[in-house]
């Protein structure tokens, strides 16, 4: 059975740094291209960043520079070092693992994600 699970969000001052993790299990990171989407309140599902089986990085314009995804293979784990946040990254972050996505929305797909949550 495939299972992602989020951590690592919080409450954090504009400016400040938060480290995302979603640790998986049912697959190894050979077998799918791994993302990362947030969903904020009123606002569509989109897409932060993603990483291929093959390597290639992908970041949304509004987090590159900032935002740096990686994966640690040994231990199943993906992260999201987020740093420089804004108050417009406020939003529940989801891991996404594109080869077993067969839904709408990967907001929310495989688990509730993780709340991020920026204040002045």
């Known amino acids: 059975e495939v299972q992602l699970v989020e951590s690592g969000g919080g409450s954090v001052q504009v400016g400040g740094s938060l480290r995302l993790s979603c640790t998986v299990s049912g697959f190894a990171f050979d077998d799918s291209d791994m993302s990362w989407f947030r969903q904020a309140p009123g606002d569509e599902c989109e897409l932060v960043s993603s990483i291929s089986v093959a390597g290639r990085l992908y970041y949304d314009d509004s987090v590159k520079g900032r935002f740096t995804i990686s994966q640690d293979s040994a231990n199943l784990t993906l992260y999201l070092q987020m740093n420089s946040l804004k108050h417009e990254d406020t939003a529940v972050y989801y891991c996404?693992?594109?080869?077993?996505?067969?839904?709408?929305?990967?907001?929310?797909?495989w688990g509730q994600g993780t709340q991020v949550t920026v204040s002045s």
């Open positions: 996404a693992a594109e080869r077993f996505f067969f839904g709408r929305t990967r907001c929310g797909y």
